[in-house]
Structure formats: C-alpha cells, structure tokens
C-alpha cells in the first residue's frame, strides 16, 4: 500500500532536511535521474528540458522558492546577453553590459551583504537600524559569477550567445554544480549541451571514482573531523589545550578540502556519467611551495574568474609593479569578501592578497629561479601549508576575538606532555587526519591509474567494491546531516 501522505512529504522542501549529494535520499532520486536521462539521451531537446527541470525541482528541494532566482537571472542575462551580442554601438553594449552586472551584482549583495552594511553603519552612526535577516539564497555566489561571466564573454565578442533559451537554464541550473560549483564558463559547457551522450567504460570508471572518492572525503573525513573535535574547539578555544587547538587547525585545513574538494567531485563524476565534462576544482592544493602556487590549486574555477573577470579587468601586470600588487590585494580583498559577509572574511582574503603582492614583489626583485631540491621544496610545502593554516583560523571562527583566543591557545597553551593524553582521547580522529593527509600528499598520477584498472574489473568486483564504499559511508555516517561549508557562500 504506497504512504501518499510519506510520498507527498518527500517530495516537498523542507528547511531543517535540504536535498544534497550527502543525503541519504539523494541516491534515490540520482537513479530516477538517470533512468529517464538514459531514456532521452538520444533526443536532445527532450534530454534538455528534462535534466533543466530536474535540476531546478532539486534545486528547489535543497533551498524552497528561492529557485525563482535562478529563472530570474536565466531570464535577464539570457534577453541581455543577446541585446549586447546584437548592438554594434559600444556605448549602448557598455550601458547593457552595466545593467547586466547592476542586476546581478545587485540581487548578490541584498541577501549577502545587507545586513553587514547595516552593522557598519550602526557602529559608524551609532544607529540602532534593525537586521533584515535576510537567508542566504543556496549557490547564489556561484551562479551570479557564472551569469557575469558569461555576459562578459559575449560583451568581450569573445563567445556567441546561445540561441534557445532552455540551452541557457541548462547551463545556468545543471544540477551537479548549481549549488557549491564549480563555477563553469559557458565557452566550455555551452557547447557540450546538444552533443550527442556517449560513454566509454573509462568514463564510467572516471565517473565512480570522483563519486565514490567525494563522498568518501565528505562523510567520512571531513563530516567526522568537524563533528569530533574541529567545531567544539572552534567554538569555545579557551576550554582545551594547545595541542587540541593545533589538531583542530589542522582538522580544519582537511575539513574544508574534503567537504568542497569532496562535493566538486561528485558534482564532476555525475556530470562525466551525463558524457558533459566539468574541469577539476582541485589540484591537491596542500602540496603548494608558495601562496600563489596554492591558489592555483585551490578552488580553481573561482580562483580563475577572480584572475579573468575581476584582476586583469582592473590592469592585470599591465601597468607596472605598484599597481600588480595593489590589483593583487584588491581581488583577493574582494574574493574574501565573496566568501562571506564579515571583517573575518576580508582580513582573510586581504592577508592572502598580501601575501600574494610579497612574493611576487620578491621574485622580481631577485629574479629568482624555481629549485627543483627535495629538501628545500619540502621547507617550501611545509611553510606554505602553516601559512595557509594560520589565516583558515580567521576563515573558520566566528569573531576575531575567536580567532585570537585560537592563537593564543596554540602560542601559551601548547604543552607536548599533553600530546599522549590527546592521541589516547581521539586514536580515530588522530588516523583519519594522518590517513587524509597521506591520500592528499600522493601523487595526481595515482588517480588516473586506479581509474584504468577499475575499468578493467570483472562486475562481481566492482559490485565488492561499492559494497565496501557504501559500508565505510555509513559507517562513518553522522547521525544528523552535516552541511557542507560551502553552502553559506
């Protein structure tokens, strides 16, 4: 007898349960994707209409009827995109191209930054302006920056506009990176859309690995840091001692590569599984010997548009080394303040800028070659890394008194002869972080092998294998839904 009342609740979004790629009814709901995306894959128009449909009744499953913002900014950009492709007079294409970003750029900053500004001017004023409270619609940082992008690119005659507008929802609400990215340019996915679905065994084997290792990464690593000892620390420091306080950074340095390294993965796997491929987001970026090194492998899509959109639009290196770096600082102020809403997010992004304008202020200056000596690469590694770990303390606490009590715990607080007490207190949150940082020091190459000798097993091995996967997943499964930290931006 089917529960009508259970198959109508499940159905609808709820608040306190969104739809993500962690959920355990997401499985469910994947097969029933593919079912009738395998059914149309010959029929592109159908298959088009289907998989926008589908990917924006799951978007409205994970945040309600903020869903309407995305129809909203496919409907706007589309029409504009087309007007700016149209108009030969530079002026009016300027003038569309403006109210292109106005409207974007707008929509972003009401329900992310309103209330910051509020706090500003109540403490600059020392007004007593109310918060809106306003809920941050889910992926609206990823898919504005993906509607700006692709104005720019038509606006720059580098990209024709799509002709058929269910072409651009496809783009604009494709399911598998609608919500925590990657952030896709429509030059690369754009042309994909009505190619003809074909799949080779290597893109099955590529497809389950990124799935499989994502989830992994996900609910097994990063879900189970942050629920044992990465979130208690962070949210009172003063109660534990040093040691817990470093493990927690470290905890952390993992936490937020496996939860979004992990998420652009499957987002990547589904999308390979569909025959449409989405660029890696990640590079094992905790392998970097320099900051600029690892902001190329960190966060790639997003760390690229900053470069593309927002720093060689502002002059690049164009103009001289003063203004390289202060371009420099600028964007990656701005991509802190991306992140979120707060001074925390700013000082971040702004210690990373400066960063970034030191070092190549100290390569021009000497000129200096890339060594290839294992010794000093690894004093590099291992520099950059701590480097990166002291700034995710701004990134990660609340407040910076939060942030100062971290430091102060870790500089005062730090006693070795605690070190045994701690390792006896968490044995299985110390392996899990040796274990994540062992998989993320071994080499890129290593992937790409596994997946050729996956693609070669017999069915009854592979069928072992998920098995084994999926007992480790909920093994290691929390016992109430851990959001990914990626979805408040």
Avoid at 56 to 82: E, I, P, Q, T
Avoid at 129 to 146: A, D, M, N, R, W
Avoid at 153 to 182: A, N, W
Avoid at 192 to 213: E, T
Wanted: glycine share 6%.
């Amino acid at each position: 007898m089917i529960d009508f009342q259970l198959l109508q609740s499940q159905l609808i979004y709820h608040p306190d349960d969104p739809l993500l790629f962690n959920s355990s009814f997401f499985l469910y709901f994947l097969c029933l994707f593919f079912c009738g995306y395998l059914l149309l894959r010959n029929r592109a128009n159908a298959r088009i209409v289907f998989v926008s449909l589908f990917s924006l009744y799951f978007f409205y499953k994970a945040c309600g009827w903020y869903v309407g913002l995305v129809l909203l900014a496919a409907v706007v950009d589309f029409n504009l995109s087309n007007l700016i492709y149209r108009n030969r007079k530079r002026t009016k294409r300027k003038l569309l191209l403006i109210f292109s970003l106005v409207i974007n750029l707008g929509l972003l900053a009401f329900f992310k930054y309103t209330d910051f500004f509020i706090e500003i001017v109540n403490d600059i004023q020392k007004q007593q302006i109310k918060p809106l409270q306003l809920l941050l619609p889910v992926g609206i940082s990823f898919y504005t920056f993906e509607n700006i992008s692709y104005t720019i690119d038509i606006y720059r005659r580098s990209f024709k506009p799509v002709k058929r507008f269910m072409d651009y929802v496809f783009f604009l609400s494709f399911f598998p990176k609608l919500m925590m990215g990657p952030i896709v340019r429509a030059a690369d996915f754009i042309p994909q859309i009505r190619k003809p679905v074909w799949l080779s065994k290597a893109d099955v084997s590529k497809g389950f690995f990124l799935i499989a290792s994502g989830l992994i990464k996900k609910v097994v690593i990063s879900d189970y840091l942050s629920t044992h000892l990465v979130n208690m620390v962070f949210d009172d420091p003063l109660r534990y001692t040093g040691v817990e306080c470093l493990f927690a950074v470290y905890g952390y340095a993992m936490v937020i590569y496996c939860d979004f390294s992990g998420y652009s993965d499957i987002a990547i796997g589904i999308a390979k599984w569909m025959g449409i491929d989405v660029n890696i987001n990640f590079s094992a970026p905790y392998q970097s010997k320099s900051i600029t090194e690892f902001w190329r492998r960190w966060h790639i899509s997003l760390s690229s548009w900053l470069r593309d959109y927002l720093y060689i639009s502002m002059g690049g290196n164009r103009k001289g080394p003063v203004r390289t770096y202060i371009n420099l600082f600028i964007t990656m102020v701005l991509g802190g303040l991306w992140h979120g809403a707060s001074w925390n997010f700013m000082l971040w992004g702004a210690a990373h800028g400066l960063l970034l304008a030191i070092e190549k202020g100290w390569k021009d200056l000497l000129k200096m070659k890339e060594t290839n000596h294992w010794f000093l690469n690894g004093i590099k590694v291992l520099l950059t890394f701590h480097l990166v770990c002291a700034l995710w303390i701004f990134f990660k606490a609340e407040s910076f008194e939060l942030a100062g009590w971290m430091f102060s715990r870790i500089r005062f607080g730090f006693d070795l002869q605690t070190l045994p007490l701690f390792t006896a207190a968490y044995p299985l949150y110390i392996g899990l972080l040796a274990g994540a940082f062992l998989l993320h020091a071994l080499p890129m190459k290593l992937n790409d092998w596994i997946i050729t000798q996956s693609s070669s097993l017999h069915w009854s091995m592979k069928a072992v294998l998920l098995t084994l996967i999926l007992l480790l997943i909920s093994y290691f499964n929390q016992a109430g839904q851990v959001l990914p930290v990626y979805l408040q931006f």
